[in-house]
């Protein structure tokens, strides 16, 4: 079955304490992302990468890095959250012709 | 920002057709139109997508004009289920999410 797995699903933190999302996906996809979610702003891409060690800015990279040293692992890092990340974020796996969306991972920085 | 325009708020009766529409004025020659929805916080779910030519699969139809200007997503017999919030995007290489269309289906 096609998945995208990210974890942890709710993660509350303070801030400042490091922090990485994994994502994961089982369909040897090139394309991945990470998209935020917040009330009013709809969905926002952080970063993308369209392969292994090819990554690129979205529309919101600020606060976050990414790595792509496989194909089928994506993180999404917080070196230092701030409550401005508290957010719902998405990992997406996938071309835009059928991107595969993780069920969501739900941070609170306090 | 997202490039299209669409209602932020639509009711379907059970059983009935709802109809999405949207404009993608701005549309570019190569950019396809592709519809997702979210169901209560959870990630978006691919529906649909097309480029000229209207489109039919099992979860929808796609008709878009013939300009291109704009297009209609078509659920042919709503459910209950199908309550969610409905995205149009055009694009060609990355999936810009504006507000959507927030699908409301009742009994």
């Known amino acids: 079955e096609a998945q995208v797995t990210q974890n942890p699903r709710y993660l509350i933190t303070v801030t400042g304490k490091k922090l990485t999302v994994t994502c994961s996906q089982n369909?040897?996809?090139?394309?991945m992302s990470w998209y935020r979610q917040d009330p009013g702003l709809g969905l926002r891409q952080i970063y993308y990468?369209?392969?292994?060690?090819?990554?690129d800015k979205g529309d919101v990279p600020e606060g976050y890095k990414v790595s792509r040293k496989e194909k089928r692992n994506f993180p999404l890092i917080l070196e230092s959250p701030s409550p401005n990340q508290t957010s719902l974020y998405f990992c997406?796996?996938?071309?835009?012709?059928?991107?595969?969306f993780g069920q969501g991972t739900r941070l609170t920085v306090v | 920002d997202a490039k299209t325009t669409q209602p932020p708020s639509m009711d379907c009766a059970e059983g009935r057709a709802a109809n999405l529409p949207c404009n993608h004025s701005?549309?570019?020659?190569?950019?396809?139109v592709y519809w997702y929805r979210q169901i209560h916080s959870q990630g978006p779910q691919y529906i649909i997508h097309?480029?000229?030519n209207n489109e039919t699969n099992e979860m929808a139809s796609l008709i878009i004009t013939e300009d291109r200007k704009s297009s209609t997503l078509i659920l042919p017999h709503a459910t209950l289920r199908d309550t969610a919030v409905y995205y149009c995007?055009?694009?060609?290489?990355?999936?810009?999410f504006g507000k959507g269309t927030m699908l409301l289906v009742s009994p």
């Open positions: 997406a796996s996938g071309p835009d012709t059928e991107a595969f």
């Open positions: 369909m040897n996809h090139e394309y």
């Open positions: 990468s369209m392969n292994v060690e090819v990554t």
């Open positions: 701005t549309i570019s020659g190569n950019e396809y």
């Open positions: 097309g480029l000229k």
């Open positions: 995007i055009d694009g060609y290489s990355t999936l810009t």
